[in-house]
């Protein structure tokens, strides 16, 4: 099942000529070969909020709202909180990463991120938003900690990489729409 896309087909078709590759992956991705519907828009407009395009993310929240109905309100209520929590977790975790002293390691991080556990859809949809913000910001500890919970929760490595496809497009999108 495809959920038609007019505004987000509308924003790629004003992609420069340049950008062709990237106008036919972004059709092609959101269809989400391994994902439902609803994740891989859910992985979409998580990314381009991460991305901070805001043509795009326009246009796939108004699609979103127009073709998921019901459920179009947790989508986009976990899109936004996967993207606000990863903008966060991205940075502070790359960070101790990087540095890989024990002495941050050992400090707790004190940064509230509550809503992971408690998602308006379901925690695996979550993850999958989450880690294509992971792989955004090129957070390799995230990338594997979303990777191995989405693995945990049931998803296939096809799912996860569908994933990472989707924020990939997105964020080469966002670059022409610049």
């Known amino acids: 099942m495809s959920i038609p896309t007019p505004a987000t087909d509308a924003i790629r078709d004003t992609l420069p000529d340049d950008l062709k590759d990237i106008r036919l992956n972004v059709g092609a991705v959101l269809t989400g070969e391994n994902l ?13 909020r991460f991305v901070r395009c805001q043509p795009l993310t326009a246009a796939l929240e108004s699609d979103i709202r127009a073709g998921l109905g019901e459920v179009a309100s947790s989508v986009l209520s976990d899109a936004v909180a ?19 002293k024990e002495s941050y390691e050992a400090r707790s991080p004190r940064l509230r991120m509550s809503r992971m556990a408690q998602p308006a859809t379901s925690k695996l949809d979550f993850e999958l938003m989450s880690l294509g913000c992971a792989a955004l910001a090129g957070c390799e500890l995230c990338i594997k900690n979303h990777e191995a919970s989405l693995l945990h929760l049931g998803a296939s490595e096809d799912a996860c990489h569908d994933a990472v496809r989707i924020a990939a497009v997105v964020n080469a999108a966002a670059c022409g729409l610049a």
Do not use: D, E, I, S
Request: net charge positive.
């Open 36 to 48: 439902q519907p609803t994740q891989a828009l859910g992985v979409a407009v998580a990314a381009a």
């Open 82 to 100: 996967a993207a606000g929590l990863m903008a966060m977790n991205t940075v502070y975790y790359r960070f101790r990463h990087m540095l890989g």
